[in-house]
């Protein structure tokens, strides 16, 4: 509904002079549409009639468009609209109208209405808790882990009791000692956005907004380094096995955070399936909590099926508070709490949550990764769709072909799994929206439903949800997803140090190398190249591939051995026979830049031949038999050349930079075959870290 009749106001609508055919258009829709203007064309649309008028002068429209235009630290000036004019240079005689906008009658918006509502609503009624979330005082380091870790959230008291931050992280202390320090703002703006602490607090005291501005600071402590200085993180939280990386390596884990009124984070899953603690040291904060694999009403999980990014689309924790929770049945709510100042909460990996400031707050939060929740991020991490979809979203993640009486088939039957293809670009997981039910009964049938269905077959455990896991696709030579906390070469480093500096858990990370890199699988193949070539066996140290490159690498002994995987077997093939060709040619005309190239000891073709490993020797000339069937034979082959040497490579190369529409070489008879290469272990340091 997007207007009132005029005879329940005695007023002609204006809606259908003013709007003309986009009067079929629900409000909502329009602003989406001028809000993809800039400042400039929405003041002349605002011109055109009464209506667009109204609707060019809303706030919410002004803030987008201002905040999707900031080029350097945002200043606020008293409203939107005068703010984005002033980033447009406009003149004074353009901007001084804003202040005394002008009124119309005859025109109804429930959209219009409801943003207002929120925009203007207070919070002193949001302190209510149902005590389901748990609190507790002087947990111990034992009680935790047994109790909590890894498991569900909880409320602690008294971890933050003795640090300097508990008196000096208020708005005046923060002012006066940090007042010109400018911190990153979230924001839903693909801008990464800064305001100076004093422009901010001047913005809190007069906003009304229904998504207010939040400072959410990853960078604080490079920008303010005082702050680290007074908190530390709790006793219970000490394990983190990113700490292994240094500070520029490690993907963002500590956040300051800083909103007004009605701020918040809305509905999310943490990074990589990490987990959480948040320490409130001034204002109250309203908690809500799903389990994971419970998509909250109101949310759409977006999964792309070529790199396994997820996106989340979900309304303002304030929308969601006032607009879905009213609806919900008791046994579909949410665990709930308030958060009081100096209480620490706790979130689990996997859990959906959503935090409403119901007054100006400052917190201090940490993700983490430890050994109860490490194997869910290498998981995460895995190349696939299919098991980031079910971590986030359950059952909801897989078409309705999946169930059987209840059960998942795969479940019922561990050693032949068979979940549907999701053929789609993007895998949409989306709750009920209410407004289409007016009685809500679907909603609360259909919400029962699907929260008795996670219960009975939805179970985050590794062993469960690694079955998900896509086992075509490779780590090597898959896309990386934009959504990884980390990056791809960065998260194989992140193993190899674990594994040298944590060797009393090296089982452990065994098992997250292998859902991550398919480790096992990469062991195998070079255990049989060594044991081919007569090298020794890789070492319990030698287990895990090092470096920074794009391919399987393995030190052996005073050996180093690659496998060729990147981009795909015609890629691999062509890289393998450029270098064997490049080291040819240096030691034909005894360049004296051989000194500073490996040696190479032996190179071929490894090769699954009806469940067995099979491996050709082959030093870059010719084509092999198990290449030849692929139908990889180069247009230009030469029997005694090298048929995949650097020209080959570059045209190979050129025709695929070239051909929008090219594809390599991937069928079922070409997905177990590795070309390699053994070479003499150098000494010193990679390239790369130079």
Known sequence: MTEISETHTGLKDRRADALGDLRLLPDEIIL??????????????????????????????????????????????GSWKK????????????????????????????????????????????TFDNGKAERRKDLSLEEFCHEYDGKKPVLLAG????????????????????GDTAFKISQRSSRKITMKFKDYVSYMKVQHDEDPLYIFDDKFGEVAPGLLKDYSVPRLFQEDFFDVLDRDQ???????????????????????????????????????????GRVPTGVTVHVNEEDGDVNIETPSSLQWWLDFYPLLADEDKPIECTQLPGETIYVPSGWWHCVLNLET???????????????????????????????RAGMLALDKGSFENGKIDAFCDKDGLNYPDLTRKEKRVRTYQPGKDPDNQSARNGACKSYDLWNQDFYYDINFLSMFLDQEKDHYSSLWSSSNCIGQREMREWLCKLWVGK???????????????????????????????????????????????????????????????????????????????FYSLLCKVNSPLKDHVPDVLASGILFLDNGSYTIVPWDGKGVPDVIAKCNLVPAKCMEDGFSFGVWSKKDFEYKKAGASTYESISSAECAGIWPYIITKRCKGKIFAHL
């Open 32 to 77: 989406a549409i001028l809000a993809s203007l800039g400042a400039r064309d929405v003041s002349r649309v605002a011109c055109v009639s009464s209506v667009m008028y109204i609707l060019c002068n809303e706030e919410p429209l002004w803030m987008s468009i201002c905040l999707n235009n900031v080029k350097d630290h945002l200043q606020y000036k």
């Open 83 to 126: 703010t984005a004019l002033l980033q447009e240079h406009m003149p004074n005689g353009y901007i001084e109208p804003c202040e005394k906008p002008l009124h119309f009658d005859g025109f109804n918006s429930l959209f219009l209405y409801r943003r207002l509502y929120r925009c203007h609503t207070t919070l002193d009624g949001f």
């Open 159 to 178: 971890l933050g009791d003795t640090w300097p931050a508990r008196s000096t992280w208020t708005t005046d202390q923060l002012l006066l000692n940090y």
């Open 250 to 292: 490690r993907p963002p884990f500590r956040w300051l955070i800083i909103g007004p009124e009605r701020s918040g984070a809305s509905w999310h899953v943490d990074p990589a399936l990490t987990s959480a603690w948040n320490t409130l040291l001034c204002g109250r904060k309203r908690w809500a909590l799903y389990p994971p």
């Open 361 to 391: 707050t400052i917190a201090v939060t940490q993700n983490f990764v430890n050994s109860k929740n490490f194997e869910f991020v290498c998981l995460d991490m895995a190349p696939g769709y299919h098991h980031k979809g079910v971590c």
């Open 503 to 581: 060797p009393g858990m090296r089982e452990l990370i065994w098992k997250g190398a292998c859902l991550a890199l398919n480790a096992g699988k990469w062991l195998e193949c070079t255990a049989q190249i060594c044991a081919f070539h007569g090298l020794p066996p890789p070492t319990d140290d030698e287990r895990l591939p090092v470096g920074t490159g794009s391919n399987p690498v393995y030190l052996i002994s005073d050996s180093v051995v690659k496998l060729f995987v990147e981009g795909g077997l015609e890629a691999s093939i062509h890289s393998l026979g450029a270098e064997l060709e």
